[in-house]
């Protein structure tokens, strides 16, 4: 890659008319480096977009996109724990390592991304003579707009190319009923996780116990207890296992591109990312539960189960990191099952802790492996969760639809029977 380029800062770099807000102006970037703030202008406002619950133009997937869209030839993403939600540990451990794509031509890209510590871009443009934390705050209004840093960067990597094959693996259970038997729900869980990365304190092997393995194993055990209802459930109930969601999910997006049973018959997913092994709980969540007609099927099969449902703002934007996007993305009404944090037996505050401490300490890193602590009645709480909801969508008249008010909602749908 030999890239060249003017350096543009933008910003958050999004242009959403839903939220009457266009980082860009009329400024042409094509050829441009843009540099970016992660996340979205709510982390500093929380009367605009969705305040600190992330959207998808918070993400940096979504950034890259639209550089590419607008023509530049990079990008550099600005990091802040707080704005990303995770440590520079985390990116480390993600981009210091081999990238994958998947083996099918992209309509548009940028020549290269990369990501910056605050402290470092703070450095380069004090050079130029600007104040990165002026600009930050400059960056939360709708007045803002793009500044032509003074800045320059040249980009000459040479890569090494290999081509590899790694499998969704799927199981099949059939419906009942010959007339919904054609439609399909789908739980979704990656079993890949980061492989073998930099060191932390001499361990290279990113095992991925808590992200994924425990979310494999609660949907194992969901099969096998699916498979022994009688009746069986009126849809067809698929259980894949995606590879490659740590590389961008891209296991779950080869599946989109190329489904077993066609998305427009596909009533619903139900992700399984990150199990409880902490123990049992008296509340439970799901992500995108609110955004479909799913939710009150979700919150029958949690009151079945004696658990409260609690709406967790989605700070790190976790809606748009899992299996499920891919399907949310194409029309497909989804959820993410999202442990609870109450614990039985446990002090007030305690899960928030353990959850924080997750993601400080172990999310992507080597110390995310087996400990004897681990526990699993809320894993089996969650299980029976997921089960009974898959079961009643599978049993309903009609297949789920988005909410109005979803970014997901499609006006004339295909019909659901």
């Given at each position: 890659i030999v890239a060249d380029g003017e350096v543009v800062f933008v910003g958050y770099g999004v242009?959403?008319?839903?939220?009457?807000?266009?980082?860009?102006?009329?400024?042409?970037?094509?050829?441009?480096?843009?540099?970016?703030?992660?996340?979205?202008?709510?982390?500093?406002?929380?009367?605009?977009?969705?305040?600190?619950?992330?959207?998808?133009y918070g993400r940096w997937t979504y950034k890259l996109e639209e550089a590419a869209r607008r023509g530049a030839v990079?990008?550099?993403?600005?990091?802040?724990?707080?704005?990303?939600?995770?440590?520079?540990?985390?990116?480390?451990?993600?981009?210091?390592?081999?990238?994958?794509?998947l083996d099918q031509p992209v309509p548009q890209s940028i020549a290269f991304a990369a990501w910056v510590t605050h402290d470092a871009a703070q450095a380069a443009l004090a050079r130029a003579g600007l104040n990165l934390d002026s600009l930050t705050r400059a960056a939360a209004h709708r007045e803002f707009r793009p500044v032509i840093t003074g800045l320059h960067v040249s980009v000459d990597v040479t890569s090494a190319l290999r081509r590899v094959h790694a499998a969704n693996v799927v199981a099949r259970l059939a419906g009942s009923d010959p007339a919904l038997a054609p439609q399909a729900v789908v739980f979704s869980a990656h079993w890949d996780h980061k492989g073998i990365g930099p060191a932390v304190n001499g361990d290279s092997i990113y095992n991925g116990a808590e992200d994924n393995a425990s979310g494999v194993a609660a949907m194992l055990a969901i099969a096998q207890a699916a498979a022994q209802l009688r009746p069986r459930p009126r849809r067809t109930l698929l259980f894949v296992a995606t590879t490659a969601e740590e590389s961008g999910l891209l296991g779950s997006e080869a599946y989109v591109r190329e489904p077993l049973i066609p998305l427009a018959q596909t009533a619903a997913v139900i992700n399984l990312d990150v199990?409880?092994?902490?123990?049992?709980?008296?509340?439970?969540?799901?992500?995108?539960?609110?955004?479909?007609t799913i939710g009150p099927m979700f919150e029958a099969a949690a009151q079945s189960e004696s658990l409260v449902v609690v709406h967790e703002p989605d700070v790190r934007g976790s809606f748009y990191r899992s299996d499920h996007f891919p399907f949310a993305k194409a029309g497909v009404p989804a959820v993410?099952?999202?442990?609870?944090?109450?614990?039985?037996?446990?002090?007030?505050?305690w899960g928030r802790e353990q959850a924080d401490l997750y993601n400080r300490m172990r999310y992507h890193q080597p110390s995310d492996e087996y400990r004897a602590t681990f526990t699993y009645q809320g894993m089996a709480q969650e299980a029976r969760v997921a089960l009974r909801l898959a079961v009643a969508i599978a049993n309903a008249p009609s297949m789920p639809e988005w909410l109005p008010r979803s970014e997901f909602?499609?006006?004339?749908?295909?019909?659901?029977?």
């Open positions: 242009a959403a008319a839903e939220w009457r807000w266009d980082d860009y102006k009329d400024m042409d970037v094509r050829g441009k480096v843009l540099l970016m703030l992660v996340n979205d202008p709510g982390l500093q406002d929380s009367t605009i977009f969705n305040g600190r619950a992330l959207t998808y990079g990008a550099i993403l600005l990091h802040t724990a707080e704005s990303a939600t995770y440590g520079w540990d985390v990116v480390r451990g993600s981009w210091s390592v081999e990238q994958f794509k199990a409880n092994v902490r123990g049992a709980t008296r509340d439970i969540d799901a992500l995108g539960v609110d955004r479909s993410s099952i999202e442990p609870g944090l109450d614990f039985v037996g446990k002090p007030t505050a909602h499609r006006p004339t749908g295909p019909s659901s029977q």
